[in-house]
């Protein structure tokens, strides 16, 4: 039962290059999303999907794309990594009830630790 | 103002002790709340829904006020594995799609 798998677990990037996390999930969930986790800040939604071909911006979404092409699959990009996109990033997926997600659980992949110099 | 509030701690507890700590939020149309358990370096994980009636899962226990916005979470007769951060979780209706995450509050469980 892989539920929701995320790699790299970790990657050091130069200031300037870019790169693709990778997010998928086997249980047919509607929902997907990615946060960035820093110290003393929480989980920050960076971008969200309610479905194939659809996504939106989360409250920090600059500097990052997404994609959903596939209900499984929900890369995040890094177009030109900075210093300040150091963090630990998780991916996270959620059944939809209707159109809400307001009473169901979150299940999140094992996290990126991403550094940027 | 942050949507999601929490004393960060941490809270330094002997095993078998109590511990409680609150979290608050700001909209005040919130509909659903939820404790998430990360534990260090990991991924956080649900450890229970807040119910408006308040709900008991074993040692913990979860309690909703909605005059003065916030949600509690007690656990009874602590255990070393009880040593994490717990993350206080609000949905609100307005934002039907986003979880607003307080930033924790640790939790160091000592023999």
Redesign the interface.
Known sequence: NAGVTQTPKFQVLKTGQSMTLQCAQDMNHE?M?W?RQDP??????IH?S?GAGIT?Q??VPNGYNVSRSTTEDFPLRLLSAAPSQTS?Y?CASSSLQG?????T??F????T?LTVV | RKE?EQD?GPFNVPEGATVAFNCTYSNSAS??FFW?RQDC??????LM?VYSSGNEDGRFTAQLNRASQYISLLIRDSKLSDSATY?C?V?A?LN????S????TTVTVRA
């Open positions: 929902y999303s946060y003393g800040m929480g989980l920050r939604l969200y309610v939106d989360g409250e630990v998780f159109t809400q997600i307001m009473n659980e979150a999140f992949g094992q996290g630790r | 999601v960060p509909q659903s998430y370096r990991k991924e956080p994980k649900l829904s993350l979780v949905i209706p039907d799609y986003k979880l995450f307080g930033a924790g």
